[in-house]
């Protein structure tokens, strides 16, 4: 923990864990959103608390767990998940509480700035070769959006 985290409420800090935990599993390549969803089943609690008591001095009981989990739904850094009852996903709110940087979810689109691209001049629509991807391109641009590659004139559709 940076000298930041040190100072958080006992809350917030179980909240730095649970942050922390589905930025890793993001990470680790967990592609469905259930598998994220913190839940209030005996198994996933269970779970939970273990990997919770595994960075506290002293061990949490499973009970003020769940205590902490309907603090943070109250406070709005949890939010119910649509699919499952009983089962809530961590809101960017709660990653902004900790100072952590949240991770897009699986299947959750990254939405990105519109490029600032002159109207009024000419543009050409190059394939990369390395992503595949078409794009239209100013004359005077010579590398890819995407990944970086060099265009070339040729591959011009």
Known sequence: MSKEKK???????????????QNRLIKEGVNRI???????SLRTISNILEEVNRK????????????????????????PFP????YSLLT?????AVGREMLPLPGETVQRRPLNIPRDKIH??????????????LEDEKECRH???????M???
Do not use: M, W
């Open 83 to 86: 699919e499952k009852s009983g």
């Open 7 to 21: 100072g958080l409420k006992y809350p917030l800090k179980i909240l730095d864990i649970l942050c922390e935990r």
């Open 92 to 96: 960017p709110e709660a990653f902004q």
């Open 34 to 40: 259930e598998d994220l969803a913190i839940g209030t």
């Open 147 to 153: 990944c970086g590659a060099t265009l070339y004139r």
């Open 56 to 79: 506290r001095e002293k061990p949490l009981k499973s009970t003020s767990l769940e205590r902490t989990f309907r603090d943070l739904k109250r406070e709005g850094y949890l939010k």
């Open 124 to 137: 050409i629509n190059i394939e990369c070769r390395v992503c595949h991807i078409v794009d239209g391109y």
């Open 155 to 157: 591959d011009a559709l």
